[in-house]
């Protein structure tokens, strides 16, 4: 009963500030120049993950690209893609892995899997009821299934579970990681990000040396075996690239840091509402929601404001140097 009380108060906050202010959006004092969308997709986006994006006629992209070769049935969502098989979800549970000619595995779970990977005979998997599963697909055999906890409303982009050598990182969708044994299945440390009651699910996961990075929509946490530090804001995204972590702020700030989650810079574009980001080179590309593409170099230090031709009102997705959005396609240089 609490919980629900606790639903309908913030609900009233929301209309109460709604009705009480103003949204403002991005007005760039000057823009730089101009681009457009050069090639159209088979179809629109109908499904969006952290890794991956479902058309409407059931052909993927992956962060690599269009995958022409690959029609999904109706209903199926592409998750994403390891050593060249393709995970698969649906709503009623199905779980699928597929290589470019057919199924290779399938499980039915008791709810919709939001996040997995794979590597060799070990699936990795969580549920939408915040259960982490560990699946040896050879044997068919479940291996680990742990209920983390409550979870009452999620963020989208949900992160997928990485293989180490000898473990497994899963995030959850209460603001956890929890480390598992690969091996055995065996749960051996777990470790909490953040603790909001919403919208609390890992949105970013990543190792990197020595190092893992997890990332909620209000905090990053840096763990490693001589230091544990945070960094607390309204995120929006988070990425690793070339030895820093980039931020960017649901205010409009990007900021960069050293791997220790020091500021090594940050850079302000008033109002924007950041939609994805691509690395590239020695830049970082970032699409704006009202419709503009934000061109900024690794030290934050010099920007480049390029209008798109049109605003971003459903769905999009970002490879590794192309932005996907409805039915249209922008390549970077």
């Known amino acids: 009963m609490k919980y629900i009380l606790a639903i309908c108060i913030a609900f009233g906050l929301l209309i109460f ?11 760039p004092q000057n823009i730089d120049k101009e681009m457009s969308y050069s090639q159209n997709l088979p179809s629109s986006i109908k499904y969006t993950a952290r890794d991956g994006a479902t058309l409407e006629d059931g052909q993927i992209i992956t962060k690599t690209g269009l995958k022409n070769t690959v029609k999904l049935e109706e209903n199926d969502r592409f998750i994403g893609e390891f050593d060249g098989k393709f995970i698969v979800s649906n709503l009623d ?8 000619q057919n199924t290779v595995y399938e499980r039915k779970f008791p709810q919709a899997i939001v996040a997995a990977s794979l590597s060799g005979s070990k699936l990795a998997a969580l549920s939408s009821r915040n259960t982490i599963y560990l699946v040896d697909i050879y044997r068919d055999n479940v291996d680990l299934e742990y209920v983390v906890g409550d979870t009452y409303a999620q963020d989208s982009r949900t992160a ?3 293989f180490l050598s000898s473990l497994i990182v899963y995030p959850t969708l209460d603001g956890k ?3 598992v044994d690969k091996a055995s299945g065996n749960i051996i440390r777990d470790a909490v990000v953040s603790s909001e009651p919403f919208f609390n699910n890992i949105i970013y996961l990543d190792v990197f040396e020595d190092k893992m990075f997890a990332a909620t929509a209000t905090k990053v946490m840096m763990i490693s075996p001589s230091l544990t530090k945070e960094y607390s804001g309204q995120i929006k995204d988070v990425i690793l690239y070339k ?9 409009g700030f990007i900021e ?7 500021s090594i810079a940050k850079t302000e574009f008033k109002f924007a509402i950041f939609s994805n980001i691509i690395p590239k080179g020695d830049y970082l590309y970032i699409i704006e929601k009202t419709g503009y593409l934000l061109k900024t170099n690794l030290d934050l230090t010099s920007q ?3 209008e798109l031709n049109g605003e971003i009102e459903d769905k999009s997705f970002a490879s590794k140097n192309t932005f996907y959005y409805d039915d249209k396609i922008l390549k970077l240089d």
């Open 177 to 179: 990681i929890m480390i």
């Open 243 to 251: 030895n820093r972590i980039y931020v960017l702020l649901k205010d």
């Open 304 to 306: 480049e404001v390029i």
């Open 17 to 27: 500030s709604g009705c009480s202010t103003k949204r403002k959006y991005f007005e």
């Open 256 to 262: 960069a840091m050293d791997l220790n989650l020091n």
């Open 160 to 162: 997928a579970p990485i």
């Open 93 to 100: 549970g199905t779980l699928k892995i597929l290589d470019l």
